[in-house]
């Protein structure tokens, strides 16, 4: 069976600091996916992987992919209060036939 | 607005009854996903549609769930004897094709009480 864990699942950080969260899942797949999503509000789509080694960077967040340690990486750069937000990595199966979220990391940053 | 709509926004209904959820697409967009997320979880994927055509559908989903998208456009979700555990939150993206950027509705908070 799929399964996506994503750490730390809560991270409180304060501003202008770097950090990384963390997305590993347990079958093959070429696809990750990272979302956003603000309290209360629908996704939003941040990144799409595609494949071993892909690094995709917007603003202060850059998404990264290791298909062989099954690993993906969402690091913050100089963190600012607008980030505060859950964010969700999920994967696809090769075969389309499921796709898998995280349990969300939900990101404070304090000024 | 171009982007992704859906509707109702809110629904409340009591248990045994069947609700329908509708949700246009960008226009343009071929592939459309159904999702339900439920509060504090992570969404969970229903099915797709690539056009017409649904592609897959979760293992999660019951026999009560069924979606259509006629004629490739937009896609209605009707849940038939709704019970406690379908309230959630359904929410629908749009994308241009396989691995490409998902746009996302607004959802539609579905209550059974």
């Known amino acids: 069976e799929l399964k996506v864990e994503q750490n730390p699942l809560f991270l409180s950080m304060q501003e202008g600091k770097n950090y990384t969260i963390y997305c590993n899942y347990s079958?093959?797949?070429?696809?990750l996916y990272w979302y956003r999503q603000d309290p209360g509000k629908s996704l939003e789509s941040l990144f799409v992987?595609?494949?071993?080694?892909a690094v995709k960077q917007e603003g202060r967040l850059m998404a990264s992919l290791d298909t062989k340690a099954r690993l993906s990486t969402l690091h913050i750069t100089a963190a600012v209060h607008d980030l505060s937000a859950t964010y969700f990595c999920?994967?696809?199966?090769?075969?389309?036939?499921?796709?898998?979220f995280g349990a969300g990391t939900r990101l404070t940053v304090k000024p | 607005d171009t982007g992704v709509s859906q509707d109702p926004r809110h629904k409340i209904t009591k248990r045994g009854q069947n609700v329908t959820f509708r949700c246009d697409p960008i226009?343009?967009?071929?592939?459309l996903y159904w999702y339900r997320q439920t509060l504090g979880q992570g969404p969970e994927f229903l099915t797709y549609?690539?056009?017409?055509?649904?592609?897959?559908k979760s293992r999660l989903l019951s026999d009560r769930f069924s979606a259509e998208r006629p004629k490739g456009s937009f896609s209605t979700l009707e849940i038939q004897r709704t019970e406690q555990g379908d309230s959630a939150m359904y929410l629908c993206?749009?994308?241009?094709?396989?691995?490409?950027?998902?746009?996302f509705g607004p959802g539609t908070r579905l209550t059974v009480t």
């Open positions: 993206a749009s994308s241009l094709g396989l691995a490409l950027r998902e746009y």
């Open positions: 079958t093959t797949s070429d696809r």
């Open positions: 992987l595609l494949s071993n080694g």
């Open positions: 999920a994967v696809d199966t090769d075969n389309n036939n499921d796709m898998r």
């Open positions: 226009s343009e967009h071929n592939r």
């Open positions: 549609f690539q056009n017409e055509a649904q592609l897959e």
